[in-house]
């Protein structure tokens, strides 16, 4: 169930201003049968659960975004957006926390302009560029417990789900292509570098225990580096 209030203002013909207020309620989320449990699918990117699930979860997003967006003209564009929001999921457990996607705000910038070259201008240089910020994802902190016979082991406090964030997250993204148009035919070479600064942004940890210790070891999970894509295209 989404309901949006939003504003929007024409500055004028290639340019715009939007102002958006939302709620988004989720029912029938699938949680685990367990009703011990603080899974939901609600936090899941990928995978299949190893469990039983039952649709009795419920969540919530709520928000405010604002954007600005200047459609293409005079070769060149660019949309700028920005949001605060919260993400919250209810598991079987009966007890609210926040997704693993409650970073609490996000930001993003793209912008791109053609240059054109050649003696009537028919060929063309494009720039792009994109950046991405928000806040990092949640994370769940573990504990260490002791059994009867002294062997160590981990365990997370329910109290504590999701209560963690890794570092921000920033991302740049670069693009670049030239295209030649000829009488019969055009060949278009691009450069597409995601990652630009080769950034490695946490997206979740590991926990481990130290050997012969009572430490807890903290190995942060990166995404990918930079990826860099090169495109060569003829059209016909």
């Known amino acids: ?25 989720l029912y029938d989320v699938p949680v685990s049968a367990n009703p011990a449990s603080t899974y939901s699918r609600l ?10 699930l039952q649709n009795n979860g ?9 954007t600005v967006e200047k459609f293409y003209g005079d070769n060149y564009y660019f949309l700028a957006t920005g949001s605060v929001f919260d993400s919250k999921y209810k598991p079987a457990n009966g007890h609210t926390y ?23 201008g028919e060929n063309v240089f494009s720039l792009n560029f994109r950046t991405l910020i928000h806040g990092g994802f949640r994370y769940t902190p573990q504990t260490i ?8 082991y981990l365990y997370s406090v329910d109290s504590d789900t999701y209560s963690k964030q890794a570092p921000d997250y920033l991302r740049f993204d670069l693009g670049l292509k030239y295209r030649r148009n000829n009488p019969r035919y055009s060949w278009i070479i691009s450069l597409d570098i995601q990652n ?4 490695e942004n946490v997206i979740d940890y590991n926990f481990m225990i130290a050997p012969n210790d009572d430490q807890i070891i903290v190995d942060p999970i990166t995404g990918i580096g930079i990826i860099p894509v090169l495109n060569f295209k003829v059209e016909f």
């Open 58 to 66: 419920t969540g919530y997003n709520k928000g405010i975004e604002v």
């Open 1 to 25: 169930m989404h309901h949006v209030v939003g504003y929007d203002l024409s500055v004028r013909p290639d340019l715009r201003v939007k102002v958006e207020a939302y709620y988004q309620y």
């Open 98 to 120: 926040s997704t693993y996607f409650n970073t609490k705000y996000q930001a993003n910038f793209l912008a791109g302009k053609d240059f054109r070259l050649g003696k009537t």
């Open 43 to 52: 936090n899941s990117e990928h995978g299949i659960p190893d469990s039983t």
């Open 196 to 199: 630009l600064t080769n950034r």
């Open 145 to 152: 417990g002791t059994t009867a016979t002294g062997i160590n």
